[in-house]
């Protein structure tokens, strides 16, 4: 073979070794409630942090958002939501489940988890069965609800299912991302009023497809809100150097 076509064929074999392989692209399965689902139009303009995920991902993997308004560990397995997202794991995938907020309704017995015992043996029960199947777990806490009192500091609503979800990364080798810490800070810096801005706070009429009396709502986010949260996520990952962040623009 003449030396130039040995030099062609080098740079052909080059080209295909860099191509990707669309066939080991991984799935990014996202699991929890309402804070993390995408949000339908009707209610714009709420939007939950896993819904603004695609604008920081790269074309290499795919992602399926199977997080879902008024769930909880409890809930969103008993309903089959589960058992869904297990039949299409794959090795290699990676799979996001943060929930707390609807866990701590101890009214409801349909989605009740006690922190310290069924809601850590639901987390620990998620974690084995992605591991079973090859796949990766991150955790992720609870986002902080927009409550401050008369002098303006931020409170904690949400007992302790953060710090049971930071106890079960810990014990079980998890990577865990602290949304509840991060939005504690994000809050905090931006006070009482900026912050409306970010979460489900509306005036009357503002927007056409929800009560004309306007929207008061201090535990979802609106569109820049969602927006902000997923980048505490996607900084955090990036932070951990967790192989997610191959896939993060």
Known sequence: MRPFSVFLMACLLAACAIQPDTSSHPTLFLVGDSTMADQPEHKYPEHGWGQMLPEFLTPGIRLQNHAMNGRSTKSFRDEGRWQTVVDQLKAGDIVVIGFGHND???QDPTRYAEPWTDYRANLMRY???VRGKGAEVILVTSIRRRHFDDQGALQKTLGDYPMVARQVAKDMSVP????????????????????????????????????????????????????????????????QQLRLARWLK
């Open 104 to 106: 701590q309704k101890s």
């Open 127 to 129: 974690i084995d069965e």
């Open 176 to 239: 865990l991302v602290d949304l509840n810490q991060l939005t504690a800070h994000w809050l905090s810096e931006a006070g009482p009023a900026a912050s409306k801005q970010l979460y489900m706070h509306t005036v009357p009429g503002q927007y056409a497809n929800l009560p004309p009396e306007g929207k008061q709502d201090n535990t979802h986010l609106q569109v820049e809100g969602a927006r902000q949260v997923a980048g505490l996520f996607v900084a955090d990952v990036k932070r």
